[in-house]
């Protein structure tokens, strides 16, 4: 740390990095340039332009788990409104700059690249870039001017020099060129929540920060063109739409431009009213502005939806989306997918997100606070994708191309946030990334199936282990041709106990025949007798080279309830005419038999509920998809049983 | 649907089990169930 005087009004001023070569008197304002153990004065650096950022020289932070501090800023200008680029020093001696634009921060670092760096006129926003092995795509192209620094710098700023910069992003890195020098620089960095960079010592130190920082945020105003009172709340806003006459005014510094003077006749009234404030997924929001939007999409049909603007000092801004009903809360994407437009689909954070829809949004109605000068008319290119509940979308425009990601928010939850009773728009439809209920619906069939599947088996299983059936008898008869009647009796078998049930199979070799069997069961000692009839008839041939079949040459059937006793079977046989062969019958009785065929339909009738489930689920997906202009031919049907 | 799919599914079951317990099958031949005394009760002729 080295410290010096101004050589100017004699203020002390400090040098803590050792990379700062310049810093800016904070009394004179004088830019000092360190030359050896002396201090030069190059001239008196220009105002800064006060945007209420909560952040200043002095502040403290963590960035990974490392230390830094707040030691110099550079306030640049570009058509969208205003960033700051702090320079933070860590407790290494490293230093870093930490980029705050439109609520979103970066920490990032100047590296050296060895791969030839893109002309700026030749980049265009999703433009492909590969340096040193990653691969970037160009997310925003800006001309940016200086309007004046402060505190430590390592380089000369001049207020007015204008440069040209391109941001770039891929997976989860952030990465600025700045084409002020030649070769240009890069700087590599990464998005940080304000949350994670644990700020310390803000604008007021004796309050905590974002109570220093919503005090320093509110500002009060005339509307320049009704006089309508207007308040800011956050100090990245760059527009607001006045509710009273319907213009748009800039914001800049302390000054108010009438960016469109009551350009919009037509008055909407969101339904949440601009101003409320309420706590959604953790954090607490206030409502600062309301847009309408529509497009026209390539299935003709003409859409619009309604976004609110939230913002919180701490997360930001964030946006409530509604249509017909539907709502979801979006936030900016930090770290985009790589995906070229018009992609089918594409795996993002572990899901698989389906290209919904695609269209040119337009701006058709504005009102409240914005972090970008916004237009009425202001057209970009729009496409979602969707994985349930989830929706990333694209928006890109001749400067920028921007993604956020949706939740799917239901009314209910919606309106215990924000406190609201009126009842919120009907929904109607079913919303692209809309939940489907009937996916758990159908999980939970599915698994209850297979649950009765295991207790089916289990059941036949111990019917044909435990409850083994037995053969009680096995004869075969032969049956002479020559005698169209014949009666036989089989041997006699043993019933110990009661059986449920007496299987008598006739397994015969009759061929192009029939043959009428009367079975008789006989019990020896008490006469009781079960009678039987069946019919068995068998042909087959060859007609035109093919080979044909009719019946069977087998049959069988159930006594029920048998007492136990000794038995025996007494047949009649009928043999048809159509044959002169003999016909061997083999008899087999089997003991409490255990047949497959109920089981077989028990399975059949428990599959019925999980097909209907699974119908009802596609039936909702039809549905979803039916307002897409792309169609589901991306995937599937999203089937996980 | 799924409180009513756990009923209907527990009952076939019981039906099914109930069925396998008396040797009924949808496809099977049930003989016509009838009795009678058989005079003598040492042999059947027509």
């Known amino acids: 740390m080295k410290r010096a005087s101004c050589p100017s009004c004699g203020a002390p001023v400090v040098f803590r990095a050792a990379t700062s070569l310049y810093v800016v008197c904070d009394f004179c304002r004088s830019t000092l340039l360190r030359s050896g153990e002396d201090l030069q004065n190059i001239g008196r650096m220009a105002e800064l332009l006060e945007d209420s950022s909560p952040i200043r020289i002095g502040s403290e932070g963590r960035f990974r788990q490392r230390h830094f501090a707040v030691v110099g800023r550079i306030q640049l200008q570009y058509e969208s409104g205003i960033w700051n680029e702090w320079h933070i020093l860590f407790d290494d ?42 691969r970037f795509v160009v997310t925003d192209l800006a001309t940016a001017r200086c309007i004046a620094g402060e505190g430590e710098l ?78 800011l709340h956050s100090p990245a806003t760059e ?99 790589l995906v070229s437009r018009g992609e089918a689909k594409f795996r993002h954070a572990g899901s698989e997100f389906r290209l919904f829809n695609r269209g040119e949004a337009e701006v058709t109605y504005v009102v409240g606070e914005f972090y ?53 728009p009907a929904r109607t439809e079913v919303y692209a990334n809309q939940p489907n209920p009937l996916v758990e619906t159908h999980r939970q069939t599915c698994r209850l199936f297979w649950k009765l599947v295991l207790a089916a088996t289990v059941v036949q299983l111990a019917f044909t282990f435990l409850f083994a059936s037995e053969l009680v008898l096995r004869q075969r008869l032969v049956l002479p041709a020559q005698n ?32 009428s069997v009367n079975t008789t069961l006989v019990e020896k000692n008490t006469g009781e007798a079960y009678l039987g009839l069946q019919e068995i008839s068998h042909y087959r041939g060859v007609d035109d080279g093919e080979g044909w079949s009719e019946g069977s ?89 | 649907m799924i409180k009513a799919n756990w009923l209907v599914g527990l009952l076939a079951l019981a039906l099914f089990s109930s069925a396998q317990y008396q040797g009924w099958s949808l496809f099977g031949h049930e003989n016509t169930a009838q009795s009678a005394r058989m005079s003598g009760a040492r042999g059947y002729h027509k």
């Open chain 1, 93 to 134: 001696g490293r230093s870093a700059w930490l980029a705050e634009a439109s609520g979103e921060f970066i920490v990032s670092a100047q590296v050296a690249v060895s791969d030839p760096l893109p002309a700026f006129a030749t980049l265009a926003p999703e433009m492909p870039v590969t340096l040193d092995g990653r």
């Open chain 1, 372 to 424: 970008w000068r916004v237009t009425v008319g202001e057209r970009c290119l729009v496409e979602d994708y969707i994985c349930p509940p989830l929706m990333l979308s694209r928006e890109v425009n001749a400067r920028e191309s921007t993604w956020s990601q949706a939740e799917y928010l239901e009314p209910a939850e919606l309106c215990v946030a924000f406190g609201i009773k009126a009842p919120p």
């Open chain 1, 553 to 641: 040459p087998t049959d069988e059937m159930v006594f029920k309830a048998v007492p136990a006793g000794t038995y025996h079977l007494v047949i009649e046989y009928e043999l048809g005419s159509d044959s002169s062969e003999a016909v061997v019958d083999t008899i087999e009785v089997v003991r409490n038999p255990t047949g497959w065929s109920n089981y077989v339909l028990l399975l059949l009738f428990l599959a019925i509920f999980p097909l209907l489930s699974r119908w009802r689920r596609n039936a909702f997906e039809a549905r979803r998809w039916h307002a897409s202009d792309v169609g589901n031919d991306a995937g599937g049907d999203g089937d996980e049983d």
């Open chain 1, 154 to 231: 390592p380089f000369r700023v001049a207020a007015g020099y204008e440069v040209n910069t391109a941001d770039l992003r891929g997976n989860d890195r952030f990465l600025t060129i700045d084409y002020s020098e030649t070769p240009p620089l890069v700087f590599v960095g990464q998005s940080v929540a304000f949350a994670d960079l644990q700020l310390d010592k803000l604008r007021d130190v004796q309050e905590p920060p974002a109570a220093a920082a919503r005090q320093v945020a509110a500002r009060a105003f005339s509307c320049p063109h009704c006089a309508a009172p207007l308040t």
């Open chain 1, 484 to 515: 169209d009647e014949v009666t036989r009796s089989s041997q006699e078998f043993v019933l110990r106990s009661r059986a449920r049930a007496l299987l008598v199979r006739h397994q015969t070799s009759v061929v192009n025949n029939w043959l």
């Open chain 1, 239 to 337: 527009s607001v739409g006045c509710e009273s006459c319907g213009s748009i005014i800039g914001i800049e510094n302390e000054n108010l431009s009438l960016l469109s003077r009551a350009a919009q006749v037509l008055r909407e009234v969101p339904w949440l009213p601009l101003g409320t404030e309420g706590t959604l997924r953790g954090s607490e929001w206030r409502v600062i502005g309301f847009m309408r939007r529509s497009t026209s999409s390539a299935a003709d049909a003409d859409y619009r939806w309604s976004e609110y603007l939230l913002y919180n000092v701490q997360q930001g801004f964030a946006w409530l989306v509604e249509y017909q009903g539907h709502w979801n809360f979006a936030r900016g994407l930090p770290n985009p997918p």
